[in-house]
């Protein structure tokens, strides 16, 4: 059984800074895409940044291009994303993804089969 769990959530004023980590176990993590997701009040889950299984190609939202950086460790069987100029906005609960198909060529929530429970993230103003 695949299971994440995200960790590194917080409180940050504005133009802070967080790092967000996932560990993934039970599963072949070296074969999986991963991304992360955020959810705020009200509003639809959304895709923040994404990465291949092999770390070469990653994407990320417009909103946070720039800010955000995904990467991952496959001898640790993790994700990271770290947060850097953080915004209001960027308030949400973050979810980590795994997609089991090793070339994924779409990053659409339906396309990930895995999903951690999320960690709060607040920026205040």
């Known amino acids: 059984q695949v299971q994440l769990v995200e960790s590194g959530g917080g409180l940050v004023q504005a133009g802070g800074c967080l790092s967000l980590s996932c560990a993934v176990s039970g599963g072949t993590f070296n074969n999986y895409g991963m991304g992360w997701f955020r959810q705020a009040p009200g509003k639809e889950r959304e895709l923040v940044a994404a990465i291949t299984w092999s770390g070469i190609s990653t994407y990320y939202a417009d909103s946070v291009k720039g800010r955000f950086t995904i990467s991952r460790d496959n001898a640790k069987n993790t994700v990271t994303l770290q947060m850097n100029s953080l915004k209001p906005e960027d308030t949400a609960v973050y979810y980590c993804?795994?997609?089991?198909?090793?070339?994924?060529?779409?990053?659409?929530?339906?396309?990930?089969?895995?999903w951690g429970q999320g960690t709060q993230v607040t920026v205040s103003s």
């Open positions: 993804a795994a997609d089991s198909r090793k070339y994924a060529t779409s990053w659409y929530r339906s396309d990930f089969d895995f």
